[in-house]
């Protein structure tokens, strides 16, 4: 199999967030966790920002808590999915309106393609969203176009080992891809210090989830949104036979009765110094040229 099948259809990456907007913060539990432990990381981090672009902002759960920490911020909240922002959007008070003390933006459109001028952002976090991304280099690109000097990246992303039950359970019914391309922490940092970003810090954690049984499992993925978009995707149903020889491999993981589902959690922060590199990614070379003088003139 080549990498191609793990690529992503956007298109399909929005509709299956909009479906699932309504149902996504009931079964969320998980994003929220590793939401909270971002955040967590932000008191060892001595940066303040005035305009904060939250990149991958879902239903709002991170954004909200951002706005109570950076109050005097404005924040751009941005999703692929508009379904997913209009619950994110916060209805501030009448105060709030008149004294525009709560300064907000919702912004619906793609990490890899932000709408947002150069250098313009003081701080990107993206909680869980570049897991969605087709390749790093272009969304690290983006970013750290917008960052202005000085400027913060935060982020928590998947690695290779999430879902690894599932995927290897798949492996045993067929030959399609059912479960997304996770990028190694390794490589990651790679990818950030060629975007140009300055003493990228990384760090992993695993967290295992249980389940009573696979079907649960897999409801509950349907209901944050987390469907199968790849490029090598099953184009037809799953019939009753594969679906219970995927249950019989799954079962082989029970453990004390429930059936694990592993994540591989990825954080990591840099920063943005004095940039390095122009929009479209040429080298900035600094030349520091001294004029010489003489009695008479300029030589």
Not at 23 to 33: F, K, N, P
Not at 118 to 135: F, G, I, P
Not at 165 to 173: G, I, K, N, P, S
């Amino acid at each position: 199999m080549t990498d191609a099948i793990y690529d992503l259809d956007k298109k399909r990456v929005r509709a299956a967030f909009d479906r699932a907007a309504a149902s996504y913060d009931t079964h969320a539990v998980l994003q929220r966790e590793i939401c909270d432990r971002m955040l967590e990381r932000l008191d060892y981090v001595k940066h303040t920002p005035s305009t904060l672009l939250d990149a991958g902002a879902g239903t709002g759960y991170g954004a909200a808590r951002l706005r109570s920490r950076y109050p005097e911020a404005h924040l751009v909240a941005l999703d692929l999915a508009e379904s997913m922002l209009q619950i994110a959007r916060p209805k501030p008070s009448l105060w709030q309106r008149i004294s525009r003390a709560a300064r907000f933006s919702a912004v619906c459109a793609d990490i890899d393609q932000l709408p947002l001028k150069t250098s313009s952002v003081d701080m990107v976090w993206s909680s869980l969203a570049l897991q969605w991304c087709n390749d790093l280099n272009v969304s690290f690109a983006e970013m750290y176009r917008v960052l202005a000097p000085n400027g913060l990246l935060m982020f928590s992303t998947f690695g290779p080992d999430t879902l690894r039950e599932l995927r290897q359970a798949f492996h045993t019914v067929d030959g399609y891809s059912h479960v997304n391309r996770f990028v190694d922490m390794h490589d990651i940092g790679d990818v950030l210090v060629q975007a140009g970003f300055s003493t990228p810090v990384m760090d992993m954690e695993y967290i295992t989830l249980t389940y009573a049984d696979l079907k649960t499992l897999m409801q509950e993925l349907k209901a944050i949104g987390a469907h199968n978009v790849t490029a090598g995707r099953n184009p037809g149903l799953m019939g009753r036979t594969r679906w219970q020889a995927l249950e019989s491999a799954y079962e082989k993981f029970r453990l004390e009765g429930r059936l694990p589902a592993t994540y591989e959690v990825v954080y990591g922060h840099a920063w943005v110094n004095q940039k390095t590199r122009t929009a479209d990614g040429h080298q900035i070379i600094r030349m520091n040229l001294q004029r010489r003088r003489t009695e008479k003139g300029l030589l």
